[in-house]
C-alpha cells in the first residue's frame, strides 16, 4: 500500500490533512474516524492479497510466499497501529490495540 492510498483512505475516514505544523499529516474527527480509518486498511489489506492471488494457507504454512506476505500484513499492521499512537498521542489506545488485534484473529 502506498502514502497516498494510506491518506486517501484517512481522508475517507473523515481525517484532514494538516497545514499547521510540517510534522503533522493529518487532524483526526475522534476515535469514530480512527476505527473507520482501520477498517479501511483492513479492507484494503484483504482485497490485495486476494487479487494478488497470494494466499496464507494456515497460520504455519512455510510456503515462501505466503511468510512473506503475512510479514509484510504483520508491518504494515504495526506501522497503522503506530499511526493511530501517534495521531491520539498515546502509545497505548482502543485503536491501536484493535488494529494489533487484527493478527490474532
Same mark, same amino acid.
Given at each position: 500500500?502506498?502514502?497516498d492510498?494510506?491518506?486517501?483512505?484517512? %481522508?475517507?475516514?473523515?481525517? #484532514?490533512? *494538516?497545514? *499547521? #505544523?510540517?510534522?503533522?499529516?493529518?487532524?483526526?474527527?475522534?476515535m469514530?474516524?480512527?476505527?473507520?480509518?482501520?477498517?479501511? =486498511?483492513?479492507?484494503? @489489506?484483504?482485497?490485495? =492479497?486476494?487479487?494478488?492471488?497470494?494466499?496464507?494457507?494456515?497460520?504455519?504454512?512455510?510456503?515462501? !510466499?505466503?511468510? =512473506?506476505?503475512? #510479514?509484510?500484513? !504483520?508491518? %504494515?499492521? @504495526?506501522?497503522?497501529?503506530?499511526?493511530?499512537a501517534? =495521531?491520539?498521542?498515546?502509545? @497505548?489506545?482502543?485503536?491501536?490495540?484493535?488494529?494489533?488485534?487484527?493478527?490474532?484473529?
Amino acid at each position: 500500500m502506498k502514502r497516498d492510498d494510506i491518506l486517501r483512505m484517512a %481522508e475517507q475516514a473523515g481525517m #484532514e490533512r *494538516c497545514k *499547521c #505544523e510540517p510534522r503533522c499529516h493529518l487532524h483526526t474527527g475522534g476515535m469514530g474516524s480512527l476505527t473507520y480509518f482501520a477498517k479501511l =486498511i483492513a479492507a484494503a @489489506e484483504r482485497e490485495a =492479497i486476494k487479487w494478488n492471488s497470494i494466499h496464507s494457507c494456515h497460520a504455519d504454512c512455510q510456503n515462501p !510466499a505466503c511468510v =512473506i506476505v503475512r #510479514e509484510a500484513v !504483520a508491518a %504494515e499492521r @504495526e506501522a497503522c497501529a503506530n499511526v493511530a499512537a501517534w =495521531i491520539l498521542k498515546m502509545p @497505548e489506545n482502543d485503536v491501536s490495540a484493535a488494529i494489533r488485534a487484527r493478527g490474532q484473529e
